[in-house]
């Protein structure tokens, strides 16, 4: 029987008006990094996320690559912020179904490529941290343990105490849907901005996900 849900954050729960990867480098990240020393092209910075290149790979640049992380994950802390103050950063309509979600006696997780504290930060704006149980942005002791890598979503059923079969993976981009398969889960593809190859299910939105999962039975704690 299902017993949690494990979510993506970013395009699945909020979005970024505007939001653009290549020019938030060029515009944010890329100056700071120059300010280190470090004169990383885009698509070389671009690889590393997608794991296309271990994010190791920074060290031929001269630093050490948890250094490098830390350095860009504060820059995107300081955008969130910024983009948060102009009201760009929303939360979806349907995010409201968190709360049904919990009525309905499942556990929830959310786990993010992003860092822990820009995470809670998108999290906390909208007032959705509450709904979880567990929060896991990436880990620095694994920092290739990214989606699609399954690794948060482990730790995340580990922090749970549950097996595989007993939670669902749920998220907008196939990196949600190969680390929720990897780790063994069934998943959930929210289409926000198109349809994304191997899920097992998809869901015009969160409310069609509520109805999803109560067809397919829950576990009353």
């Known amino acids: 029987m299902l017993k949690a849900l494990i979510f993506d954050v970013d395009e699945t729960l909020v979005y970024y008006e505007g939001y653009d990867h290549r020019e938030w480098?060029?515009?944010?990240?890329?100056?700071?990094?120059?300010?280190?020393?470090?004169?990383?092209?885009?698509?070389?910075?671009?690889?590393?996320?997608?794991?296309?290149?271990?994010?190791?790979?920074?060290?031929?640049?001269?630093?050490?690559?948890?250094?490098f992380w830390k350095i860009v994950d504060e820059i995107n802390l300081r955008y969130r912020r910024e983009m948060a103050r102009l009201g760009r950063i929303k939360a979806f309509s349907d995010v409201s179904a968190l709360g049904e979600l919990r009525k309905?006696?499942?556990?929830?997780?959310?786990?993010?490529?992003?860092?822990?504290?820009?995470?809670?930060f998108v999290l906390d704006l909208f007032k959705l941290r509450g709904y979880f149980d567990v929060v896991y942005g990436k880990d620095y002791s694994?920092?290739?343990?990214?989606?699609?890598?399954p690794y948060l979503v482990e730790k995340a059923l580990r922090a749970l105490s549950l097996r595989?079969?007993?939670?669902?993976?749920?998220?907008?981009?196939?990196?949600?849907?190969?680390?929720?398969?990897?780790?063994?889960?069934?998943?959930?593809?929210?289409?926000r901005f198109g349809k994304v190859a191997g899920a097992d299910y998809y869901v015009k939105d969160l409310w069609e996900l509520v109805d999803l999962v109560k067809r397919m039975g829950i576990h009353s704690p």
């Open 104 to 120: 309905l006696g499942l556990r929830l997780a959310a786990v993010s490529n992003a860092s822990q504290e820009c995470t809670e």
């Open 164 to 191: 595989p079969d007993e939670a669902l993976m749920v998220g907008d981009s196939a990196h949600d849907v190969l680390a929720g398969k990897r780790a063994g889960l069934k998943t959930v593809n929210v289409v």
């Open 142 to 149: 694994n920092l290739d343990g990214v989606k699609p890598n």
């Open 25 to 67: 480098y060029e515009e944010w990240v890329k100056p700071e990094l120059r300010k280190h020393g470090i004169d990383l092209d885009y698509e070389t910075y671009r690889k590393t996320v997608t794991g296309e290149l271990p994010r190791s790979y920074v060290e031929h640049f001269g630093i050490d690559h948890v250094e």
